[in-house]
């Protein structure tokens, strides 16, 4: 089958410690000159992704935040397709997560402490509120609590909690709408167990050679080389 466009995660399958190298730019314009799409798909704030990301231009379409958003940099236009929690659960969270930290706190561990707080604080992006394991505990917690209608999806040690219905999956199906692509056209890659929704509706599926062992067991391909050099790996394969 001719493939449309192809669909890849940015950390840990595009880029390496946030960055993508040269090789990997060369294979993605490559495919773009071909009149083929791209679509980034990553769990990251979507400020954050401005800042680490400097090739989104190469992309006709960016799902931010785990599904919660869409960008397209030619025309800088953002669509949210969910709303941000409700700041009274953002800073019950806040406060519940420091509230743990100190309480596991000695006295001769502050300083391990203060810093372990600064890493464990809660981030919100335009839709999105993350921290890390293991503050999944007061997030379940509270949100149960609270009566709200929210999820919680762990990403390696990352916890992304956004409104039940709002994943990877849901954030492709509307950058194809916006390109009038079906589902089965679109080759899918990547590396984690978030990126899973994703990968089970495209028309192929890849994981890249460093991808968690949950993920390479549920896809249609696995490709030899690890990170940029699996999805470069994938473009010569259906180009």
């Known amino acids: 089958m001719a493939y449309l466009a192809i669909a890849t995660d940015y950390d840990g399958t595009l880029a390496q410690d946030g960055q993508v190298e040269e090789a990997t730019l060369v294979a993605l314009r490559h495919w773009r000159s071909k009149g083929r799409k791209l679509i980034l798909i990553t769990g990251r704030q979507f400020d954050d992704l401005l800042q680490v990301c400097p090739c989104l231009d190469l992309f006709d379409w960016v799902v931010a935040e785990n599904g919660a958003m869409l960008y397209q940099p030619t025309s800088r236009i953002e669509k949210l397709l969910a709303d941000r929690p409700v700041q009274e ?111 089970k509706i495209c028309g192929y599926s890849v994981a890249v050679a460093n991808a968690l062992p949950v993920v390479k067991e549920q896809v249609d391909h696995v490709t030899t080389h690890s990170r940029g050099a699996g999805v470069v790996e994938l473009i010569e394969a259906i180009g």
């Open 89 to 199: 659960f953002i800073q019950r969270l806040s406060d519940r997560i420091q509230k743990a930290i100190q309480s596991t706190a000695t006295s001769s561990s502050q300083e391990f402490a203060k810093l372990r707080s600064n890493i464990a604080s809660v981030a919100t992006g335009r839709v999105i509120v993350a921290t890390w394991e293991p503050h999944s505990v007061e997030a379940i917690a509270l949100i149960q609590e609270m009566g709200l209608d929210l999820q919680v999806i762990l990403n390696k040690g990352a916890v992304m909690i956004l409104p039940n219905g709002i994943d990877k999956a849901t954030g492709l199906v509307a950058a194809a709408n916006e390109m009038g692509i079906e589902l089965d056209a679109i080759a899918g890659i990547g590396d984690a167990e978030n990126d899973l929704v994703f990968l």
